[in-house]
């Protein structure tokens, strides 16, 4: 149980266009997903917290409208990045967190396998 | 705001033990996990603490003292394959903050 795909696995873009990611729980229903960015050999950076149903919350730092977050249904949210550049270049993960009661803590996340987005 | 501090890199030998450590400073604090990252992947669970003591789980153990903000994780009998990041990661309300993760290199 609680597993969460993403799509695509790999992107490549130019520079100036913009990249739709899919996140989505498989068997069960989220009603909260998280998006983080992760660069090489660097931590998980949280970006932004995707409620469905209202509007995302970023964290500090992060350009909500360069980051478009969409949670339009309790099995999918999207992050849109739009007018990419190479320095958007990175591992974009997802999780959600599992409500039904399969996780050993109420806060604990399950993660997507990641995307990687290259941005030339 | 919160600061989460482990080692960068360590390396250790096929069948030996290895604990890593990791000390934290949040607001709201809600747990503690630790995720093991292969390069490439996403993280993967390996244990949560809420209450001060060892929580063990085969191979791999995890302590929590609250009171001096940390933790370590436990590895025993070391195999090739737990050559990955391992990832501290302090639950802060609702959300989970990580530290920026211990390579761990095992040498056969």
């Known amino acids: ?120 | 705001g919160q600061n989460i501090d482990q080692p960068t890199e360590m390396t250790a030998t096929e069948g030996a033990i290895v604990q890593i450590n990791c000390t934290y400073q949040t607001s709201g604090f809600n747990g503690l996990f630790w995720y093991q990252q292969h390069a490439g992947e996403a993280p993967t669970f390996l244990s949560y603490n809420v209450l001060d003591g060892l929580e063990e789980k085969g191979r791999f153990s995890s302590f929590l003292s609250r009171s001096k903000g940390y933790s370590y994780l436990l590895l025993k009998e070391l195999q090739m394959k737990d050559s990955a990041s391992y990832l501290c990661a302090v639950g802060r309300d609702d959300k989970i903050i990580f530290g920026k993760g211990t390579r761990l290199h095992i040498l056969p």
């Open chain 1, 1 to 120: 149980g609680a597993v969460v795909s993403q799509h695509p696995s790999r992107v490549i873009c130019k520079s100036g266009t913009s990249v739709k990611i899919e996140c989505r729980s498989l068997d069960f229903q989220a009603t909260t997903m998280f998006w983080y960015r992760q660069f090489p050999k660097q931590s998980l950076m949280l970006m932004a917290t995707s409620n469905e149903g209202s509007k995302a919350t970023y964290e500090q730092g992060v350009e909500k409208d360069k980051f478009l977050i969409n949670h339009a249904s309790l099995t999918l949210s999207t992050l849109t990045v739009t007018s990419a550049h190479p320095e958007d270049s990175s591992f974009y993960i997802c999780s959600a967190r599992d409500p039904s009661g399969g996780a050993v803590a109420y806060n604990e996340q399950f993660f997507g396998p990641g995307t990687r987005l290259t941005v030339l």
